[in-house]
């Protein structure tokens, strides 16, 4: 038995999930926290199980795991990559899922998925069952409250100790530390797919998240492209210009995606340059798609392809489908490019850089004038900040490879 450094699970301000206030306002942390006020509601808290990695379990006779990845749509998409070791070491196992409906797109047809429940159906039959092994790799109180309902014989990630978010296992603690204090995400070198190996103890080889793109996707992808026009350019470029409600500092600048889609226009007119965003960055995509098309009309400019921010999940991942290459910042455009293989160029800014992996296919961005990076702020007051200090120049030129 082992414990995580000293955490004030019972304090007030602490979440489980994510940084107190005192953690994001002043930097301070659990050991020594001048603000650290006990919860006399709630009781003590256990030492944490070694945990047994699976890489040291029989896999003869081991036939059930369930997963709970509930949020968000990308980061269930990227803990796809967990499933191919898993049926690598319990070939004959069955994998049940659970998630959120809007989640659904990602993991859909994905054929080492056996089973696939939304958190807002009955799943009692789920919580009567037992299965061999019981994975949540979320430390967010729903998909703690999920698995703490769960009956498994061996279990990996998070649960519900008093009411509070805990870790089920030391191969957990990593992770959990990275969630609720900011320094420990900072000083962090792995990637996420490393990481949510390390939470099982499992062997990570570089296996890369995976969407099957069914008949009917690759149909509807096929409609789209004759909709839109693309079957008269070689190739697409896809500029993503969405960051989300909650990360609007993920973003670049309206003035660098504008350049970048000019530049890339003016040197690939073969290529179609196609912008997108998600329908809560209606108001931003508008923005740039007003300055693109006075730019063509001024130029004449004709590969430049709006897909707007009004498109279903199911279309959006057959729009990435349909590039060659794509430009996204860090959000759920990325996981769904790389999952598709595609040639991703990123940008990361308040977000951590190390999690993200292009799988030798891309190249991501980071600002190296300023020294806040990794800051998970949404909101910033600089002057000269991550994103605005990012290049379109530089990053045009990671997208113009060698052919087009």
Not at 178 to 195: F, W
Not at 209 to 218: H, N, Q, V
Not at 255 to 275: D, F, K, Q, W
Not at 346 to 356: A, C, D, N, R, Y
């Amino acid at each position: 038995m082992i414990e995580l450094p000293v955490i004030h699970f019972d304090c007030t301000r602490f979440h489980g999930d994510r940084p107190c206030a005192p953690n994001k306002e002043h930097g301070v942390f659990c050991p020594g926290c001048p603000y650290y006020e006990k919860d006399p509601a709630l009781g003590d808290f256990p030492a944490i199980p070694a945990g047994i990695p699976m890489e040291s379990i029989q896999s003869d006779g081991l036939k059930k795991i369930i997963i709970v990845k509930l949020d968000a749509v990308g980061d269930v998409l990227r803990t796809t990559s967990i499933l191919p070791s898993l049926k690598h070491k319990f070939p004959e196992s069955s994998i049940t899922w659970i998630t959120r409906s809007r989640s659904y797109e990602v993991l859909k047809d994905n054929d080492m998925i056996s089973e696939i429940y939304f958190v807002s159906d009955e799943l009692e039959h789920v919580y009567e069952a037992t299965y061999d092994i019981a994975i949540n790799l979320d430390s967010g109180a729903d998909s703690c409250e999920v698995m703490s309902r769960i009956k498994a014989n061996l279990a990996y990630g998070y649960t519900l100790v008093n009411t509070r978010p805990f870790p089920i296992n030391a191969m957990a603690n990593e992770w959990y530390l990275m969630g609720v204090d900011d320094n420990s995400k900072k000083r962090n070198q792995k990637t996420y797919h490393e990481i949510i190996h390390e939470i099982c103890g499992l062997k990570y080889e570089g296996v890369e998240p995976y969407i099957y793109l069914a008949a009917d996707k690759r149909a509807r992808a096929a409609e789209i492209k004759s909709a839109s026009g693309l079957d008269k350019f070689s190739s697409m470029i896809l500029v993503n210009l969405g960051g989300g409600n909650r990360w609007q500092y993920k973003k670049w600048t309206a003035e660098g995606y504008t350049e970048l889609v000019m530049i890339l226009s003016r040197r690939m007119p073969g290529t179609a340059i196609a912008i997108i965003a998600g329908d809560e960055d209606m108001e931003f995509y508008q923005l740039i798609e007003s300055a693109l098309k006075e730019y063509a009309a001024q130029t004449g400019t004709g590969n430049i392809v709006y897909f707007g921010c009004n498109n279903s999940m199911e279309d959006f991942i057959c729009i990435v489908s349909l590039a060659t290459e794509v430009f996204t910042s860090d959000s759920l455009c990325f996981h769904i490019a790389t999952a598709l293989g595609k040639y991703t160029v990123g940008i990361v800014g308040p977000t951590s850089f190390t999690e993200l992996d292009v799988f030798g296919s891309g190249k991501i961005f980071r600002s190296d004038k300023v020294d806040c990076l990794c800051c998970y702020l949404n909101k910033c007051s600089r002057e000269i900040t991550c994103m605005n200090t990012l290049k379109a120049e530089d990053i045009a030129e990671a997208l113009i490879l060698p052919g087009n």
